[in-house]
Each structure stands twice: as structure tokens, then as C-alpha cells.
């Protein structure tokens, strides 16, 4: 089973989003509600894929800036972000991170997700 | 008499009284020689300096030449008491006679505001009043009058040897003649350093003033010679030259008037003359009075302080050391105050009547002054209400994003988790597909709400991002040519996106462009945004109220919307917003 890492600011989203992912088959190791719990998780878990907020509470950085992060860790787990926004917003920002790609929060699901994943 | 002026009255009276001293001594004295002209020009002399140093105080109380003038005056009576034939009364008026003509010559030096200028002549006046005081005291405890001329009481302070005395007073008059000297030197100088109207007010107060002071050199020359006789010659035109000095400063006072009168009507005669710069009623003032730092501060009642000519606050106190201030009134209202130099001893009554005779102009540049203050605020207080209404947008922008939509996300995946558990059932099954179109309706359009309120890239990620956003989901090819940004202040960043996505949705609505171009530069301190489309142009701000808003909007931030849009031709819009 895909170990997955949940961050978003959001616990009600995060609940709801490991229902729907455990449903899918997928091991959820841990949510993150901010960059740094994130860190922490990805290193001491080494999930194999981070669903990543682009927008975490204010004052945090954003969620192209944890991808980075999250992808110079060793042992890196594959970063797709998420957000209730619609792509087109950040298509070319979502593109140019180290990010695999962009699922709208509302369409989250294992066909969306392994499109995305290597 | 007002205020200032009834405070003096004592000293008046008390002037009266002291220059009958030697009229009365004169009166009673039985001495053969009788002194005549002292008695007679004493008092004329005593009244004079008075009378016009009262004069002098009312009229320059900046200036303390009056208040010196009177006490030269008050001495001067004291050294009338050589009349008397009392030796104490005697000595008393023997001991004060040089002290008046160092009061006088430091009144001349100091003339015209009362200070003295430079260090050489702080300097000679110290020397002066130690010679006149300390030293004179010296030569009074070996002066016998007896010994001399006839006619004179006895000395009671004498202590020693006559002889002594006269080799002391011969020395201390060879150090007043140099004294004299340097000082007849020093006003010479003053009367040609003087300027123009200056130089003619200050011209007989100096020529009867070194007049005395040559009299009294050659007096004391003639002391230090032992020429008695021409003494007593030197004593009387030198009484006589005195008792002109202070005509010769009234002179000088009347002079200034005249002249003021003249700068007065030639004043009224240019404040006819159109003044196209701002602020040209403080040049002009400037050049009828002769002070080129004169400054004008308006009062603005609104905010009970002053303002110059620009709108900017003057600071309070308006009266400082070396500079006066004489307020302007109109129909009892205060309307501005005259700044003017010290240094230059203008008349307060002729910087008045030139305020009284500016004050329509005055008044006008003051309802300028005020508007110009008003403005400032207003622009300011605009741009405070639009950075308020955009942080109010964020903010709105955010609790959406925080609320509603994360529960209509969570809303639809928990739907998707029932789909998941509905099995067989086919009508539920398409029941709820429905609900989760409907559902994906509502988040598209609650996104959409949030972006038009304040989109969270611009303040997430800033301009160039928001704006690639923006060239993203327009519905034609947008190309942007934006230098990649540092981040800019917020109010900057937010007008030129509304301007953007503005410009962008008209672009799309009205001119059937196939292309569309952003750039965004930056240019002396400004940012420049373009919005470039090859459609139909014909664009016109005053028509919509979409540009019209654009205008107001970035007009907040100081800026300027040109928009170019010639029928047929494209249209070009053109922000440029301050960005330091």
C-alpha cells in the first residue's frame, strides 16, 4: 500500500481526505496542519507521496514552496498539491515547482492521483 | 495709550522730573561762572534722549535701541549734578559724566537692534565701562577741585595726593581718547557697510554720534595736553552736538517712514499686477520690505496653526531670536502673519500697514494655502479609504476560502464516499451524481466569487504571478512581458491587477481581439502597466463604468490611466503608479 502524507491547515478536510483515501487503498502515515509538522512527518515517515495544500494559513509559506522542501529531503516523497482553487490559477506556477501536479481538493481520488504519480 | 505704551508712563514722568535737575541747579546755584549752558541745554538734552528712546520702545519693542536711549538719557541727568554745590551731589554727577558718553557710544554700536555685532566691539564697550566705572573711581579719590577752576565744592571721597590725581586722569584720558578713537572708526565703517534705505535712516544718528565722540576725543586730548581753556570750548559744542543726537535718530525713524510709505504704495501698485506663480505675494512683500528670507504663514482656522505657501505646517512659535512676527487681520479675523529678519529693524507699524494693504491678496493665497492643505489630506484620506477596502477584500476573500468552501470540499468528497457505498443502486447512484455536479457548480462559482473579490495568488505570490494567472484563464492568447518582479507594495501590486483584470475583461467582452498583450515595467520611480489588443478599439473611459472605476482607483494611488483607443485601431491602456 501507498504510504501518503496529508498537509493542509484544514482538519476537517484532512479527516474527510483520509476517509476517501484509506477507502482507496491508500495507507495514510500522518497529517501535517503546517510546513513544519510536514517536514518533521516526510523525514521521520518517509511517506512515498505528500498531498500538499498550495494556500496554508496565513503567514506560512505557500504550498510551491513546501513541495521544494518537501522534494530536497532524501528519500523524498512524490508531492502533488491540492487546493479548493481551480488550477488554471496556478497552472504555470504548479508547473515550474518541484511539484508532480495540481488536484482540485473536491476531485480527490486514486485516478487523479496515479495519473500524477511516477 | 494701549497695553505697552501705559506701562511707560511712569518712565515718562520720571524723565520729566530728572531733566529739570540741572534747570533747578542752575536755578539756585549763586556760583559766579553760573555753568549757563548746562543748565539750559541739560535738560533739552535729558528730555531729548528720553523722550525719543519712549518713542524708539513703542514703536521697535524687538529692538532694545529705545530702552538704551532712555537710560543714556537717565545718566545723562545724574552728570547734571556737577551743578550742584554740594560736594556730594557734586561728585555723584562727577562720577556718572563719563558713563553717559559710554552708554551712548555702546548705544551707537548697538545700533540698530540693540546687540552688539562683533567680538572687537563687545571687546571696546567692556573696556569703555570698566574705564568710566572702576577707573574713574580711581581718579575721583585723587581729584581736587579746589585746585582747579573756581567755583567747585570740595571733594569728600578725596584721599591722597592732587598731584597723583592728575598723572591718573591724564592716563585715563589718553586710553578714552583711543577708545573714542576706535570707536569713531567703527561707526564709519557701520554707515558705509549700511544699505540703501538703511544706510539713509542710520545716516544722522552716526554723524552726530561720531561728531560727539570726535568733540570728546579732542576734549580728551586736550585734558591729556593740560589746554584748559580749549576744554572748556570742546565742552560746549560737544554739549550742544549731544543734545542733537537724539533729533538726528528721529530723523532717521521719519525717514524710514517716508520711505515706508513709499514701499507701502508702490506695494499697492504691484498687488494689481497678475502673479501667475504660487506664493508670489511672499516675493513680493519681500522685495517692498528689503528682506529676501521674509516669510508669509497663513492661518488656517480649521486646524488652529499656520501653513506657508505650499500647505505644509509651520512650526510654532512664530516668534523666534533674530526673527519677528507680526500677525495680519481682516475684518478682526486673523488671517496670516509676516515673517521678517531681526537684523533689519523694520518698523512693526510699516510691516503692518503693508499687511493691511496686502490683506485681500493675503486672504486669497490663504484660501490657496487651505486648499492646498485640504487637498493633501483628501488624497491622503483616499488613499487610506482604498488599502482599507483592499485589506477589507482580502479578508473577506479569506474567510470564504476558510469557510464555506472548505465545507463544500469536505461536502464532496463525503459524497463521493457514499457513491462509493451505494452499490447496486443505480437511481440513487445517478441521484447523487447529480448532487455532486450541482455541488461542483457551486465551488466553480464560489471560486470565481473569491477571485473577483481579491484573488490569493496576488497576495500570496504577487503581481507577475496574478497577472500570469490572469493571461492564463483569459479566453484568448495573452502574452506577458513582465520583468520578473521582486515584490511591490501592496497598493501598488493591487491597483495594477484590478487594472489588468479589469482591461482583460474588456478585451474579452467588447473588442473582438485575436491577441492580447501585458507589459509591466518599471520607469523612474513608477510602475508602468500595458494592456495592448489589436480589436476593434473605440473605447471610451467616460462611457463605462468599468474604466471610469479604474480611473478613481488608480487615481487613489497618485497614479494616471491613459487609455488610446482609436476606431479600429486596438486599444492600448496605460497605467503608470508611483513606486519608489
Known sequence: MVSVLIVDDHSGFRTQARRVLESEGYRVVSEAGDGEAAIAAARALRPELALVDVFLAEGEATGFELAARLAALPEPPAVILISSHDGAEFDTLARESRARGFVPKAQLSRAAIEELRP | ?580
Open chain 2, 1 to 580: 495709550l494701549k497695553g505697552p505704551g501705559r506701562a511707560l508712563v511712569p518712565i515718562a514722568i520720571a524723565g520729566v522730573a530728572a531733566g529739570c535737575v540741572p534747570l533747578l541747579l542752575g536755578l539756585a546755584g549763586e556760583r559766579a561762572d553760573g555753568w549757563p549752558l548746562l543748565a539750559v541745554l541739560g535738560p533739552l538734552v535729558t528730555w531729548a534722549f528720553v523722550g525719543t528712546g519712549l518713542f524708539a520702545w513703542l514703536r521697535r519693542p524687538a529692538s532694545r535701541v529705545g530702552q538704551m536711549m532712555v537710560a543714556v538719557g537717565f545718566i545723562w541727568s545724574v552728570s547734571t549734578l556737577t551743578l550742584s554745590e554740594d560736594g556730594r551731589l557734586f561728585m555723584v554727577g562727577f562720577l556718572a559724566t563719563p558713563l553717559t558718553y559710554v552708554a551712548l557710544f555702546h548705544t551707537l554700536l548697538a545700533f540698530p537692534d540693540g546687540r552688539l555685532h562683533s567680538r572687537l566691539e563687545r571687546v571696546l564697550v567692556a573696556t569703555a565701562y570698566v574705564s568710566a566705572t572702576v577707573v574713574h573711581l580711581g581718579v575721583a579719590l585723587f581729584f581736587d577741585p579746589l585746585g582747579g577752576p573756581g567755583g567747585l565744592p570740595e571733594n569728600p571721597l578725596l584721599v591722597g595726593d592732587p598731584e597723583l590725581g592728575e598723572t591718573l586722569g591724564r592716563a585715563r584720558a589718553a586710553l578714552g581718547t583711543l577708545l573714542v578713537a576706535a570707536m569713531v572708526v567703527i561707526l564709519l565703517r557701520r554707515r558705509s557697510a549700511a544699505k540703501g534705505s538703511q544706510r539713509r535712516a542710520l545716516l544722522p544718528v552716526l554723524a552726530t554720534g561720531a561728531l560727539v565722540a570726535a568733540l570728546l576725543a579732542l576734549w580728551l586730548v586736550a585734558r591729556v595736553g593740560g589746554l584748559t581753556e580749549a576744554q572748556r570750548g570742546l565742552e560746549d559744542a560737544r554739549l550742544v552736538v549731544l543734545a542733537l543726537v537724539p533729533f538726528a535718530y528721529l530723523a532717521g525713524l521719519l525717514h524710514s517712514r517716508v520711505a515706508g510709505a513709499a514701499a507701502v504704495s508702490e506695494l499697492v501698485a504691484r498687488l494689481g499686477e497678475p502673479r501667475h506663480r504660487r506664493g508670489g505675494l511672499q516675493t513680493v512683500l519681500a522685495e517692498a520690505l528689503g528682506d529676501p528670507s521674509l516669510a508669509i504663514a497663513y492661518w488656517l482656522p480649521a486646524r488652529s496653526g499656520y501653513v506657508d505657501v505650499d500647505g505644509n505646517e509651520v512650526e510654532l512659535p512664530l516668534e523666534r531670536p533674530g526673527r519677528v512676527c507680526v500677525p495680519v487681520e481682516s475684518g478682526g479675523a486673523r488671517i496670516a502673519a509676516i515673517l521678517y529678519d531681526a537684523e533689519l529693524d523694520l518698523d512693526a507699524e510699516l510691516v503692518r500697514a503693508v499687511g493691511a494693504a496686502a490683506s485681500l491678496t493675503l486672504e486669497n493665497e490663504r484660501l490657496d494655502a487651505e486648499l492646498r492643505a485640504k487637498v493633501d489630506q483628501l488624497r491622503a484620506s483616499r488613499a487610506r479609504i482604498v488599502e482599507s477596502s483592499d485589506a477589507a477584500r482580502r479578508r473577506i476573500e479569506r474567510d470564504l476560502h476558510d469557510g464555506a468552501q472548505q465545507r463544500l470540499v469536505s461536502l464532496a468528497l463525503s459524497l463521493k464516499m457514499l457513491e462509493s457505498k451505494l452499490g447496486g443502486n443505480t437511481e440513487a447512484v445517478a441521484e447523487l451524481a447529480a448532487s455532486r455536479r450541482e455541488l461542483e457548480h457551486a465551488l466553480a462559482e464560489l471560486r470565481e466569487l473569491g477571485r473577483g473579490i481579491h484573488p490569493p495568488v496576488l497576495s500570496d505570490r504577487g503581481l507577475g504571478a496574478v497577472l500570469e494567472s490572469l493571461a492564463h484563464r483569459a479566453p484568448l492568447p495573452v502574452e506577458l512581458d513582465a520583468a520578473p518582479g521582486e515584490r511591490l507594495p501592496e497598493r501598488v501590486e493591487s491597483t495594477a491587477y484590478f487594472v489588468a483584470a479589469e482591461a482583460l475583461t474588456n478585451v474579452a467582452r467588447y473588442s473582438r481581439a485575436s491577441h492580447a498583450r501585458i507589459g509591466l515595467r518599471r520607469e523612474d520611480g513608477h510602475v508602468v502597466l500595458e494592456i495592448t489588443d489589436d480589436g476593434v478599439g473605440g473605447a471610451d473611459p467616460a462611457a463605462g463604468s468599468g474604466l471610469r472605476g479604474l480611473l478613481d482607483r488608480v487615481a487613489a494611488v497618485d497614479g494616471s490611466l491613459e487609455v488610446d483607443s482609436p476606431a479600429g485601431g486596438g486599444t492600448v491602456v496605460r497605467a503608470t503608479i508611483p513606486c519608489a
